[in-house]
Nanobody
Framework: EVQLQASGGGSVQAGGSLRLSCAAS????????ISWFRQAPGKEREAVSC????????YYADSVKGRFAISSDNAKTTVHLQMNSLKPEDTAVYYC???????????????WGKGTQVTVSS
């Protein structure tokens, strides 16, 4: 059974940090790039970050560059999103997703996990 399990969300004050984790199982993880998306209330879902399966290249949305860092464990079964200097505008439900080989938009994702809520208060 394919599973992407996101965890680590919570409530923090502005300037704080959270670390999200996405545990992948049930598919050949080595072949899949893992992305984080987020959706704030009343807004469309947006891509936040991605790590490529081939060489570990990482991508970030401009809004989170310098504050968020994506990484994977040695087995590539868990991808983390370290979120620092959080802002109220980072408040959203965060989803992890997997796409074969490449990073891309949400239409390219093959598997999705359930979201985890991140709330940043001012």
């Amino acid at each position: 059974e394919v599973q992407l399990q996101a965890s680590g969300g919570g409530s923090v004050q502005a300037g704080g940090s959270l670390r999200l984790s996405c545990a992948a199982s049930g598919f050949t993880v080595d072949d899949y790039s893992i992305s984080w998306f987020r959706q704030a209330p009343g807004k469309e879902r947006e891509a936040v970050s991605c790590i490529m399966s081939s060489d570990g290249t990482t991508y970030y949305a401009d809004s989170v560059k310098g504050r968020f860092a994506i990484s994977s464990d040695n087995a590539k079964t868990t991808v983390h999103l370290q979120m620092n200097s959080l802002k109220p505008e980072d408040t959203a439900v965060y989803y992890c997703a997997a796409a074969l080989y490449d990073c891309g938009g949400e239409d390219f994702m093959d598997y999705w996990g359930k979201g985890t809520q991140v709330t940043v208060s001012s």
